[in-house]
């Protein structure tokens, strides 16, 4: 493979981290002395990736920079970019002066466009997502027997991704022959007598129990790059007296989707997921981790 076929990875980290207590993107893990955000660097970069675009908020530039960075392998690329809240066309700056939260994962991914050549691999910064994502996403792209115009997912069993301190939410995919045709969006998912529940359009409704998640490991093409500007426009036309409303990456996709003009191949994983959501988790997720990738 060569590095003009390899996938840029971008990683999503310009959240407040509220439920955490702030700064969750550069909070070290006990034991390992990483952050998750680090050991996904790490994997793609032994997956093949040498380019990661960091897309962030100013409060952690400083820690990036002077901590995190200089612990990356030296040849891995890094580009920094801040996603403000400003960052609208000039007509919606009315909105943004109105806003405290970030626009969502849809326009942190805009931001990242101009340092973004063809195709990305699109992860969070929070989870932890294993190295064999990274191989599967790479493979994906550099496969010369396959359509590499096509995107990718890879997708983990709700079972795995569940919390011990309650329910989560989750999108739940939909599937046809290894494509994905729908995410839905469940909320506070949580194991019952009878398997899983989860609340979809206001209704609770049994979730099988091999069902597929996604969890924001995405492969993407330069085509959603093309559509996530005019999108976002008619995103901030159709909600501009909601200031708390977020243009999310999975509404991009699904409506590319449904327009006909992208497939994407669903990859399942055998490896864990593991997030944080909120500090109390730090130590617990971290223990798992650590034994992970040394015991």
Known sequence: MTSAELPTLVVLAGGLGT?????????ELPKIGRTIMELSIED???AGVRHAVLVINETVRPVIERVIIPRLPKSMKVDLVEQSIDMVPSRFKNIADKRTKPWGTGHALLCAKPFIDGNAIVITADDYYGAGAFVQLCAHFCNTDQNTSEMAIVAYPLTQTMSELGGVNRGICA????????VHEYLNIRQVDEGYVGVFNNVERLIEED???SMTCWGVTQSVFDKLEPQ???????????VKKE?????CIQHMIN?????VRVYTTKDEWFGVTYKEELDSVAGKIYELRHG
Request: charged content about 20%.
């Open 259 to 263: 327009l006909g003009r992208a497939t």
């Open 175 to 182: 599937l046809s022959e290894n494509y994905l045709t729908q």
């Open 232 to 242: 976002f426009d008619q995103f901030l036309e159709s909600h501009d007296s909601d």
């Open 19 to 27: 439920r955490f207590g702030g700064g969750k993107q550069v909070a």
């Open 211 to 213: 069902s597929l998640v």
């Open 44 to 46: 793609a970069y032994a």
């Open 247 to 251: 243009y999310y990456l999975p509404d």
